[in-house]
């Protein structure tokens, strides 16, 4: 088998035709890993993603460098990638300094990170569930005043490791909210990788419910049971056209020591690829990169799909 | 989280209320084992396997000891398991010898293992696909002619590694050619794990315009390029509702060296649960096992629930 596969020649019916990979894995993923990865690196891998096809890349984030060390260079990043036209390249934002590190970085797109939870909340925010919005609020307003786009990250949509079976209602209410206050895309996080399809379709129409419009809402879920490709298929079959992936799974849940992260994105496009739906990536030079970046980290590749490509050819 | 999820409240429409998980670990599982399992093992595994609750266990193979040694003893795994009423105890049979082996042990179920590409049949059987029945037809009546319910597995059903992309025309004419001749299952293997949702969708209904029952219609997926559990959640839409899994992912693929193999019983269960399908599987006694044989063959557990629940409780 090459790194090809024909379109399905049916069974497609009720499929976006076309699906807007969020690819998160130089933000995501290497924020989750534990050796510091130098400047060069990230910019390089960035700059292959783009080459690759992939038509957003969250970039960095412009958090507090003694939180998370491993992004501390995103002024650097932001400055020394070849930004390829049409390209979004996003940059996570936690608060109205960030805003100003993000703008002074030329960054065009942010994005908030809200929990739906109240003990994650409380945990990875310092808020409550209740008032996590007078985080974002004013980080959002200023944003979308400067015509800079904000997309509302959801974590914690499914299940949460303190309070089990998140009530889809309740997530319904953080989305809207982030709606309300001028996000224009929301991404639906399954953080701890324990949701299963049924729960993917109910919360698609409950979102759709409240008013939000399909082309806002974007998914997010994790491999940790196994269930991330399972769960985007019964996404796309809701209606969805926007999906998040790591390019090699990377990134980690740090409340489950799973050996699988993020959904691979190369995992995902080779599904998209056999339902012929389009995404504008190339997966042989997605995959060259996955097993470019594995071999620079020191590590095996981790997703299935490089991994057999690797050794049939 | 427990190892428990709650049903699905909603999105469950369209999949059957109950899925019968043909479980083939102690048989496809262990078959690609590279050293060799004692007979205790096996027993203790399939035993573990009918008290978790594993509907049909496929528990060995009756072949020349030279071609699988891993399997030579299936006579005494037939005669030293303790076989729970109700449960099926499938046994692999490729020729008349092999069913007088598999009668003399006992066994009241048997399979034939069939090629939807003439490449395959050539390399595996030694027949072309167009004379492979030859091969089978007269082990099939006569195993019917004992009462004896015979399944028939069709591998290579949606690609092969010399033929690439298989028409399923082609695969439909090998399934009706096993039924036609008494098969009361099929099981459709995508042997080399490169099939998407589209083409699974496809095949199963091409199977029913062909007449084939859908009760009477299994899939066989591998996780090599990840989409095991998205092609179960096609095939449980297109109506099928039994589904080969192996605990563990026990199994791997011959023609492509990924870590992944067998779609891992604990990912399917997990999926099953979460979507309120009744299985009858305890996932708890299913991960233990798991783990166990893992611990046994002294090996990093291979599936992710398994992985992940060990971590998380």
Known sequence: MGSRQSPALVGAANLPSSVRI??????????NEQQIIDTDHKVAFIDRLSAAGLPVIEATSFVRADRIPQLADGAQVMSRIARKPGVRYPVLVPNDRGLDAAVAADARDIAVFA???????????????????????PVVQRAVGLDIP????????????????VDPRQVVDV??????????????????????????????????????????????????????????????QAGVSTVDASTGGLGGCPYAESATGNLATEDLV???????????????????????LARELGRPVASRVAQALRTST
Chains 1, 2 share one sequence.
């Open 175 to 236: 989305c809207r909210q982030l709606v309300d206050v001028g996000c224009g895309d929301i991404s639906v996080g399954d953080t701890i990788g324990v949701a299963t399809p049924g729960q993917v379709g109910e919360l698609i129409g409950l979102l759709v419910d409240s008013g939000i419009g399909l082309g806002s809402i974007g998914v997010h879920f994790h491999d940790t049971y196994g269930q991330a490709l399972a769960n985007t298929l019964a996404a796309l």
């Open 22 to 31: 969020w690819e998160v894995g130089p933000r995501d993923g290497l924020q």
């Open 270 to 292: 080779w599904m998209l690829d056999g339902l012929g739906i389009q995404t504008g990536v190339d997966l042989g030079a997605l995959v060259a990169t996955s097993t470019w």
């Open 150 to 165: 904000v997309r509302g990250y959801i974590s914690m949509c499914f299940g949460d490791p303190w309070e089990g079976k």
């Open 115 to 137: 929990s739906a939870t109240n003990t994650f909340a409380e945990r990875n925010l310092g808020r409550t569930l209740a008032n996590q919005m007078e985080m974002f609020t």
